[in-house]
T-cell receptor, first 117, second 115 residues
Framework: AQSVAQPEDQVNVAEGNPLTVKCTYS??????LFWYVQYPNRGLQFLLK??????LVKGSYGFEAEFNKSQTSFHLKKPSALVSDSALYFCAVRDRGDSNSGYALNFGKGTSLLVTP | GAGVSQTPSNKVTEKGKYVELRCDPISGHTALYWYRQSLGQGPEFLIYFQGTGAADDSGLPNDRFFAVRPEGSVSTLKIQRTERGDSAVYLC?????????????FGPGTRLTVL
């Protein structure tokens, strides 16, 4: 079974400060990992994904995430937060296996990011 | 280019009624997914189509839920005898192919309210 944990319901950060949104996963074998962002009354927007290779993945809007296999984590980071980054962030995992199942994304509960001016 | 579109954006119905939710994927995308998102939760998988066939329907909660994709493009999620617990935002996503490395792109969702 695969699962994702986002241990923080909410993260507060001041504009201009670095931000981190945490994600840990549990999956048999190596996973594919994704981050999405959801603005109010809108669908999920893709930010970045880890497939293979370099553990540091760069994505949209200046976000990046680091895959850490030993800690089974994929934390989302940004060096300097903007007020417009305030939104709901979801981490998701996908089974890397070859079975016909496991195509779905398994999402965490989400973390609400609030960036204050 | 056009993203994933879903209609209607909002649907209010009464307990026991039948509803259909439509998803129009990104042109050329062969894989299509339905998810359900309840308040305060992440999206939960319902069903996955590769082309016209449902390759994985393990997330459908019961036999009141059914989905089709007859021509391998537009998909309809059908819910019979709706219950108040079916109230949620129903999200559709598409990806270019069946590869698990492909990104899923989401539509804006249909908010279903069952009174």
């Amino acid at each position: 079974a695969q699962s994702v944990a986002q241990p923080e319901d909410q993260v507060n950060v001041a504009e201009g400060n670095p931000l981190t949104v945490k994600c840990t996963y549990s999956v048999s074998g190596n996973p594919y990992l994704f981050w999405y962002v959801q603005y109010p009354n809108r669908g999920l927007q893709f930010l970045l994904k880890y497939i293979t290779g370099d553990n540091l993945v760069k994505g949209s809007y200046g976000f990046e995430a680091e895959f850490n296999k030993s800690q089974t984590s994929f934390h989302l980071k940004k060096p300097s937060a903007l007020v417009s980054d305030s939104a709901l962030y979801f981490c998701a995992v996908r089974d890397r296996g070859d079975s016909n199942s496991g195509y779905a994304l398994n999402f965490g509960k989400g973390t609400s990011l609030l960036v204050t001016p | 280019g056009a993203g994933v579109s879903q209609t209607p954006s909002n649907k209010v119905t009464e307990k026991g009624k039948y509803v259909e939710l439509r998803c129009d994927p990104i042109s050329g995308h062969t894989a299509l997914y339905w998810y359900r998102q309840s308040l305060g939760q992440g999206p939960e998988f319902l069903i996955y189509f590769q082309g016209t066939g449902a390759a994985d329907d393990s997330g459908l909660p019961n036999d009141r839920f059914f989905a089709v994709r007859p021509e391998g493009s537009v998909s309809t999620l059908k819910i019979q005898r709706t219950e108040r617990g079916d109230s949620a935002v129903y999200l559709c996503a598409s990806s270019l192919s069946h590869l698990k490395t492909d990104t899923q792109y989401f539509g804006p969702g249909t908010r279903l309210t069952v009174l």
